[in-house]
T-cell receptor, first 113, second 111 residues
């Protein structure tokens, strides 16, 4: 079956602009996660959804970052007033429920000029 | 706060040699540990998941062990091939369902 998909695969924007990154999880997976990976490092947790609600958003770096999952499937990560330091690969993962194997999408590479 | 360390950061071996990748974590209260493979510019591919109650998992040429009490896991790849060249990441899942990742080990298998 289809895996986790993310769009766009690449996004280049200018400092100060607003961006949205989309994640389509595996069908039937109730848990969805966003991570951020800087060059040469392991991914870092941003936010975890169980169903429609954000169960843990402790990894969001500041209030410029926000994520939604209104119908418990597709999720959108929103970044306001982008900064150069936001440049990274944003990874989405899903699992059947919490504490299960997580399956990752290909990521969105965000470059802020 | 959980911290995950992977040593070495990079490894280069001739084809056919066995690979041994190490992962250590500071808090033993974990639900599971996952090993991932990441090719350049790509996402993460799950290789093995070890539940906290298990000691090891095997898949083909891959074997991963878990010693929760000492906070260690080892990934063994037998008879390495050039196609095994990639970055290998370990991650632990604790309370809260989020994964905490190590920095990865970059592996190069020379033909």
């Amino acid at each position: 079956g289809a895996g986790v998909s993310q769009t766009p695969s690449n996004k280049v924007t200018e400092k100060g602009k607003y961006v949205e990154l989309r994640c389509d999880p595996i069908s039937g997976h109730t848990a969805l996660y966003w991570y951020r990976q800087s060059l040469g490092q392991g991914p870092e947790f941003l936010i975890y959804f169980q169903g429609t609600g954000a169960a843990d958003d402790s990894g969001l770096p500041n209030d410029r970052f926000f994520a939604v999952r209104p119908e418990g499937s597709v999720s959108t990560l929103k970044i306001q007033r982008t900064e150069r330091g936001d440049s990274a690969v944003y990874l989405c993962a899903s699992s059947l429920a919490g504490n299960n194997e997580q399956f990752f999408g290909p990521g969105t590479r965000l470059t802020v000029l | 706060k959980q911290e995950v360390t992977q040593i070495p950061a990079a490894l280069s071996v001739p084809e056919g040699e066995n690979l041994v990748l190490n992962c250590s974590f500071t808090d033993s209260a974990i639900y599971n540990l996952q090993w991932f493979r990441q090719d350049p510019g790509k996402g993460l591919t799950s290789l093995l998941l070890i539940q906290s109650s298990q000691r090891e998992q095997t898949s083909g040429r891959l074997n991963a062990s878990l010693d929760k009490s000492s906070g260690r896991s080892t990934l063994y790849i037998a008879a390495s091939q050039p196609g095994d060249s990639a970055t290998y990441l370990c991650a632990v899942e604790a309370a809260g369902n989020k994964l905490t990742f190590g920095g990865g080990t970059r592996v190069l298998v020379k033909p």
